[in-house]
C-alpha cells in the first residue's frame, strides 16, 4: 500500500550529473530495503543500486563502476541515487523499489520487490 514517486530524471550530456529523488507516502520504508532498477527500450529491467534499512550496507550493479551513490533518509520517508560521469548507455527509465525485508537479498526485479514507483526518464546525449 505504499505509494513511490520518482524525480529528477532529465537529460543530459555525456558526463553529466543527474540525482534522482524517490517519495515515499502510505507507509513507511523505515524497516525495508530499498533498491532502484532501470529500463531502457527493448531490454529486462535491471539492478542499479540498493541499501539495506539503515544505510550501512549498500550494492551497486557491475556497470556503476563507481560512478552513483545510493543514499537514504528514513526520517523523511525518501532515497535517493547520486549519478556522475553518465555514459549513453545509461539511458533509460528509472524506477524506485520497496523491498520486502530489512536487506538487499536479491537483485532481481521478482517477488522480493513489492512496491514500485512509476519511473523517472533519464536520457544521456552523445
Known amino acids: 500500500q505504499v505509494q513511490l514517486v520518482e524525480s529528477g530524471g532529465g537529460l543530459v550530456q555525456t558526463g553529466g550529473s543527474l540525482g534522482l529523488s524517490c517519495a515515499a507516502s502510505g507507509r513507511t520504508i523505515s524497516v525495508h530495503a530499498m533498491a532502484w532498477f532501470r529500463q531502457a527500450p527493448g531490454k529486462e529491467r535491471e539492478f542499479v543500486a540498493g541499501i539495506n534499512w539503515n544505510g550501512d550496507s549498500t550494492y551497486y550493479g557491475d556497470f556503476v563502476e563507481g560512478r552513483f551513490t545510493i543514499a537514504r533518509d528514513n526520517a523523511r520517508n525518501s532515497v535517493f541515487l547520486q549519478m556522475n560521469s553518465l555514459k549513453p548507455e545509461d539511458t533509460a527509465v528509472y524506477y524506485c523499489?520497496?523491498?520486502?525485508?530489512?536487506?538487499?537479498?536479491?537483485?532481481?526485479?521478482?517477488?522480493?520487490?513489492?512496491?514500485w514507483g512509476q519511473g523517472t526518464q533519464v536520457t544521456v546525449s552523445s
Open positions: 523499489s520497496r523491498g520486502k525485508g530489512s536487506e538487499i537479498v536479491s537483485t532481481s526485479p521478482g517477488d522480493y520487490y513489492d512496491s
